[in-house]
């Protein structure tokens, strides 16, 4: 068998992959400090607008359990490629949203690339890195995917008042 070697390009497709499931999982957790606001916004109860977070995490959920089966069908860049336009374009659209369902859509559609980026972010360091490198690397995505939820409310709550006055 032959062995792998570490490449540039193998190193930023994992850095790639690694940015984009950081500002997935930031994006995951940093909403919850707008949901005052998002209420008054769109004129919704806090049941409602909830559905903003459980529905992006509920959507990972199932998309997660089916990236076994997808990386099997479709190559990683297909996979990363889906990935970023979904999260681009549900990022798009509920940053445009006018009412609260368009909003919802919008978190639905990004977290479709979310819950895409982070299995495939451990399925690159297994299928492009060397044995003897799993370690380093799944360390730097465990770290990744740890990281964003401790910073995600915080960065959002400073761009929120800092955008918003409030």
Known sequence: MKEKKVT????????????????????ET????????LMKQFHVG??????TTTGYLLMIAIIMVSSSYLNERFSARQLFLTAAIAF??????????????????GRLIS??????????????????MPRAKWGFYMGIAGLV???????????AAVLFTSLIGV
Not at 8 to 27: D, R
């Open 145 to 155: 995917i740890v990281l964003a939820p401790t910073l995600g409310p915080t960065l």
């Open 8 to 27: 540039l390009k193998h190193v930023l497709a994992i850095i790639n992959c690694a940015f984009m499931a950081f500002v997935s999982i930031l994006t």
């Open 88 to 105: 681009i374009i549900g990022s798009l659209t509920a940053g445009i949203a006018n009412s609260f369902p368009v909003l919802l859509i």
């Open 30 to 37: 940093s909403l919850n400090v707008t949901f005052p606001t």
């Open 111 to 128: 977290s479709f690339g979310a819950g895409l980026s982070i299995p495939l972010l451990f399925n690159l360091v297994v299928e492009l």
């Open 46 to 51: 806090l049941g409602t607008v909830q559905w």
